[in-house]
């Protein structure tokens, strides 16, 4: 029988990376994968090749590799690349291309990574959060949602998927605990005593895959995925028992984080207002029982700590 491939965004970084792998550990579930990347000739996408994908060159940004690269596939895996650039208008249109590139190819099912237009929740005129760029109060998450039409007025077979934290950022986003001036492990998050969904970055994908292979069912749905909601002081709490060494949790305002002066902080800060503010929204929209049963190898925070501890630097 003839596997059905699924194509798939972003396959060499994080969340692609998580839905290529789910695939090709899956010999016998009757998908392939077809690994979209800027350069075929790195090495992670031969890593990929030698793994078994099929490896194409597409960037999101052009419209014609991305249908090209669509073309004769059963399914897509479609995520943009906000923190590449920082722009919701090139998001949007990186979105644009994908949703018009399934349309073309008549793909059977499409999960569309997207998030929560916060402004339903906190709109514009609601100064409890700055507005950013004159229309956004959380710029990823917003212009993500602003997208969804693209997919839902070219008729797409599409499921919404609202993913979490990556527990990864403590590794490549500089969010790990850091050492304060008494020598002292501090874990820094604007979360006040709200929970935090949190998953390791592979298993959204391999959640993903999930929803694939479940098919019809989740058409038209918004499915969001984690593996575990958790404060700051139970993630500082695990993270001192896999170090073996005390780690405070370090709550500070979304505005002191707004403030601290890398490139989106002001975003991020107002992200982590918006979990705050709607702890039971956003911790509901993810359900941990229907993330499981989509990817039984879901990791706890623990379990992702004790493969990745050493990883993050602590300096
Ligand atoms: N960090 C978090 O906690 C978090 C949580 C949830 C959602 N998100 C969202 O996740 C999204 C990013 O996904 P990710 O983390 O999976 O990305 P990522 O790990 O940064 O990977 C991006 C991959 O996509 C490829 N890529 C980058 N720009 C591209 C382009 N213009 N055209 C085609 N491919 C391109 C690159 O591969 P090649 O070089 O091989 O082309 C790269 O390996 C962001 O929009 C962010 O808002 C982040």
Same mark, same amino acid.
């Given at each position: 029988?003839?596997?059905?491939?699924?194509?798939?965004?972003?396959? !060499?970084?994080?969340?692609?990376?998580?839905? !290529?792998?789910?695939?090709?550990?899956?010999?016998?579930?009757?998908?392939?994968?077809?690994?979209?990347?800027?350069? %075929? +000739?790195?090495?992670?996408?031969?890593?990929?090749?030698?793994?078994?994908?099929?490896?194409?060159?597409?960037?999101?940004?052009?419209?014609?590799?991305?249908?090209?690269? =669509?073309?004769?596939?059963?399914?897509?895996?479609?995520?943009?690349?906000?923190?590449?650039?920082?722009?919701?208008?090139?998001?949007? #249109?990186?979105?644009?291309?994908?949703?018009? #590139?399934?349309?073309?190819?008549?793909?059977?099912?499409?999960?569309?990574?997207?998030?929560?237009?916060?402004?339903?929740?906190? %709109?514009?005129?609601?100064?409890?959060? %700055?507005?950013?760029?004159?229309?956004?109060?959380?710029?990823?998450?917003?212009?993500?949602?602003?997208?969804? $039409?693209?997919?839902?007025?070219?008729?797409?077979?599409? !499921? =919404?998927?609202?993913?979490?934290?990556?527990?990864?950022?403590?590794?490549?986003?500089?969010?790990?605990?850091?050492?304060?001036?008494?020598?002292?492990?501090?874990?820094?998050?604007?979360?006040?005593?709200?929970?935090?969904?949190?998953?390791?970055?592979?298993?959204?994908?391999?959640?993903?895959?999930?929803?694939?292979?479940?098919?019809?069912?989740?058409?038209?749905?918004?499915?969001?995925? #984690?593996?575990?909601?958790?404060?700051?002081?139970?993630?500082?709490?695990?993270?001192?028992?896999?170090?073996?060494?005390?780690?405070?949790?370090?709550?500070?305002?979304?505005?002191?984080?707004?403030?601290?002066?890398? $490139?989106?902080?002001?975003?991020?800060?107002?992200?982590?207002?918006?979990?705050?503010?709607?702890?039971?929204?956003?911790?509901?929209?993810? %359900?941990?029982?229907?993330?499981?049963?989509?990817?039984?190898?879901?990791?706890?925070?623990?379990?992702?700590?004790?493969? +990745?501890?050493?990883?993050?630097?602590?300096?």
């Amino acid at each position: 029988m003839d596997k059905k491939i699924i194509a798939v965004a972003g396959a !060499t970084g994080a969340q692609g990376g998580g839905v !290529t792998r789910a695939i090709l550990a899956d010999p016998n579930g009757g998908f392939a994968v077809r690994a979209l990347t800027r350069n %075929p +000739n790195s090495d992670k996408a031969k890593a990929l090749a030698r793994a078994g994908a099929e490896v194409v060159a597409a960037k999101v940004d052009d419209a014609a590799s991305v249908k090209k690269a =669509f073309k004769g596939a059963h399914a897509a895996y479609c995520v943009t690349f906000f923190w590449e650039h920082l722009s919701t208008e090139k998001e949007k #249109a990186q979105a644009y291309n994908m949703a018009a #590139a399934a349309k073309a190819a008549g793909l059977k099912h499409v999960i569309w990574s997207t998030f929560e237009d916060t402004r339903k929740s906190i %709109p514009l005129s609601d100064d409890r959060m %700055p507005t950013l760029q004159g229309k956004y109060k959380v710029p990823h998450f917003d212009s993500k949602a602003e997208a969804n $039409p693209y997919f839902i007025e070219a008729g797409l077979p599409v !499921t =919404f998927l609202l993913t979490s934290f990556y527990w990864d950022n403590l590794i490549h986003f500089g969010m790990g605990p850091k050492k304060g001036p008494d020598g002292k492990l501090a874990f820094t998050l604007p979360m006040a005593d709200k929970k935090l969904p949190g998953i390791a970055a592979s298993d959204i994908g391999a959640c993903a895959y999930g929803i694939f292979k479940r098919g019809e069912e989740f058409i038209g749905k918004t499915v969001g995925v #984690a593996g575990e909601h958790l404060t700051g002081a139970q993630m500082a709490a695990e993270l001192a028992k896999a170090l073996g060494k005390p780690v405070a949790y370090q709550a500070v305002t979304p505005a002191v984080y707004r403030s601290f002066g890398f $490139p989106g902080a002001d975003d991020m800060g107002n992200m982590f207002q918006f979990k705050v503010d709607f702890e039971s929204l956003y911790c509901g929209n993810r %359900p941990l029982a229907l993330s499981r049963e989509l990817n039984p190898k879901l990791q706890t925070f623990a379990q992702w700590l004790a493969a +990745n501890k050493d990883r993050i630097p602590l300096a």
